[in-house]
């Protein structure tokens, strides 16, 4: 079988990607699947390189019962060639990531994770920095819907 690379993104690698990192780690694990992966988490900005993630991430994940362990990275162009998936929050850490390619040949490759979100297909995760529980909780629910989409569609298209 093969070896699947994901890499999730967002803009400091605080809330949303070191969560749905979690939530995906989780989500493969209990089904078995966590030795096909390598899952990270990247920011595209160097704000917080070496931090934890913010400490509404953490309890949010905890609250639903994920755990989450994680410091805090910026996105390299190394990244854009090993991982097989590039997982963007929103469409300016999209584009971000794709200035970072080379001509743009790693565009097949970047997607936004609410293209895997039935209620809410190409729309962007919002950013919960400047909200509230209910915010990270939002958050959480829609990173939960989009990573078991994402690993359906990884199930059908490469561990089939």
Not at 11 to 34: H, M, Q, Y
Not at 76 to 97: C, P, V
Not at 132 to 148: G, P
Request: glycine share 4%; aromatic share 10%; net charge negative.
């Amino acid at each position: 079988m093969p070896n699947v690379r994901v890499l999730f993104v967002c803009l400091g690698n605080i809330c949303r990607s070191p969560l749905a990192e979690a939530i995906f780690i989780d989500k493969v694990t209990r089904k078995n699947l966590l030795h096909h992966f390598e899952i990270d988490s990247c920011g595209t900005s160097n704000y917080h390189i070496g931090d934890q993630p913010d400490s509404r991430t953490i309890t949010s994940a905890h609250k639903n019962g994920i755990k989450i362990s994680h410091s805090c990275r910026q996105l390299t162009s190394d990244d854009l060639a090993y991982f097989d998936y590039i997982i963007a929050m929103d469409q300016s850490n999209h584009q971000n990531i794709l200035r970072l390619s080379n001509n743009g040949i790693h565009a097949e490759k970047v997607f936004l994770m609410r293209d895997f979100d039935v209620q809410g297909k190409g729309e962007e995760v919002p950013d919960p920095y400047f909200g509230d529980e209910k915010t990270f909780q939002e958050v959480f629910e829609i990173l939960d819907r989009s990573a078991d989409n994402f690993l359906q569609y990884i199930q059908e298209t490469v561990l089939k």
